[in-house]
C-alpha cells in the first residue's frame, strides 16, 4: 500500500490550500482515510477522518474551515482547508486503515504566514 500525499505549501493567513493524497497496491472503497497533522514541538494532532461510507469527523479548531471528502474513482481523499490561520502550520500525513491495519504517506508541509 502507497499513499502519495500533495498540495502542501505556503499561504497567508485567510487563505486556502487544498491537499491530496492518492493511495495504491488497496481496494479504495474499503478503507478509511484521515489526515493528521504535528507542527514542530507539539504532539500529532487528529484533523480529520473520512469513513469507507463517506462519514467525516473533525477536530474543534478546524470545524467550518477545513473539508475532508474522497473519490473513490481516483483513490483518493482531498482536504480542502479554507481560511487558514498560522497556528493552522505543521506537516500533514494522511493516513488509511483497514481490518486493523495502518499506513501513512509521507508528511506534506503547510506554512501559513500571518
Known amino acids: 500500500v502507497q499513499l502519495q500525499a500533495s498540495g502542501g505549501g505556503l499561504v497567508q493567513a485567510g487563505g486556502s490550500l487544498r491537499l491530496s493524497c492518492a493511495a495504491s497496491g488497496i481496494i479504495f472503497r474499503l478503507i478509511d482515510m484521515g489526515w493528521y497533522r504535528q507542527a514542530p514541538g507539539k504532539q500529532r494532532e487528529l484533523v480529520a477522518t473520512i469513513t469507507r461510507s463517506s462519514m467525516t469527523n473533525y477536530e474543534d479548531s478546524v470545524k467550518g474551515r477545513f473539508t475532508i471528502s474522497r473519490d473513490n474513482a481516483k483513490n483518493t481523499v482531498y482536504l480542502q482547508m479554507n481560511s487558514l490561520r498560522p497556528e493552522d502550520t505543521a506537516v500533514y500525513y494522511c493516513?488509511?486503515?483497514?481490518?486493523?491495519?495502518?499506513?501513512w504517506g509521507q508528511g506534506t508541509q503547510v506554512t501559513v504566514s500571518s
Open positions: 493516513y488509511a486503515t483497514l481490518a486493523g491495519s495502518t499506513w
